[in-house]
């Protein structure tokens, strides 16, 4: 398993509790907009932190933490993801993950494994966006469709989210979200920000009216459409 990067405390990423977040490394995206393209693309330049050494902290903070997220890259490609997460159960964590979603059967045995207490997913697009979206030439929608629809069933704390991009989507774009997402109980939109990490530098974000007017779009279909990361 590829640890990447360990942030030891973090008041954001997992809601409602103090937390650390790991990063694995390796995607099977390439969204142009990704502000962790070298650890999704390019892994190996980044340090390799041991299993041990995180699991060593993590009991070193017990009492202290609540919680870790796993994060990316995409962590359902990591090979010893499961046991690693056992392993962090029997400290007593809550574990939360944020994933792309393309790996459904993945996201079936953490959950039927009792590993899970929170799942964020990642919409990337519409349906007929989604692989331009994820940098890829072509996408299997239907392991988008099954990861969205068994975590909306699954029992568990969830949320879907999209970092919004003005030359990505517009309001038939967010419509046909909507309806992907149809009878979701949280949705976040998230403010695109460049950085070196982005590869494609002429993309922009857009405005929190743009944002706001995106939410009144998706209200039919969502019973919760919230913004993040907007000034």
Known sequence: MQIRGLQKTTLLDYPGYVASSIFLGGCNFRCPFCHNMELAANPASVPQISEQEVLLFLESRRGILD?????????????????????????????????????????????????????????????????????????????IEKSIQFIMQCGLPYEFRTTVIKEYHDDTV??????????????????????????????????????????????????????????
């Not at 149809?182 to 695109?192: E, K, M, T, V, W």
């Open 174 to 231: 967010m419509l046909d979200i909507g309806r992907l997402i149809n009878g979701a109980s949280s949705y976040y939109l998230q403010s695109f920000k460049d950085s070196d990490q982005v590869s494609d530098h002429s993309l922009h974000a857009c405005t929190k009216e743009e944002l706001l007017h995106f939410t009144q779009i998706l209200a039919p279909y969502i019973r919760n459409v919230s913004l993040r990361g907007v000034d």
């Open 67 to 143: 919680g870790i997220c796993i994060t990316g890259g995409e962590p359902t490609l990591s090979l010893g993801l499961i046991p690693f997460m056992q392993k962090v159960k029997s400290l007593g964590y809550l574990i939360k993950l944020d994933t792309n979603g393309y790996l459904p059967n993945v996201i079936k045995d953490m959950i039927h494994m009792h590993l899970l207490d929170y799942i964020a997913m990642d919409i990337k697009s519409s349906p007929a966006g989604y692989a331009a979206t994820a940098g890829l030439d072509t996408i299997d929608m239907d392991q």
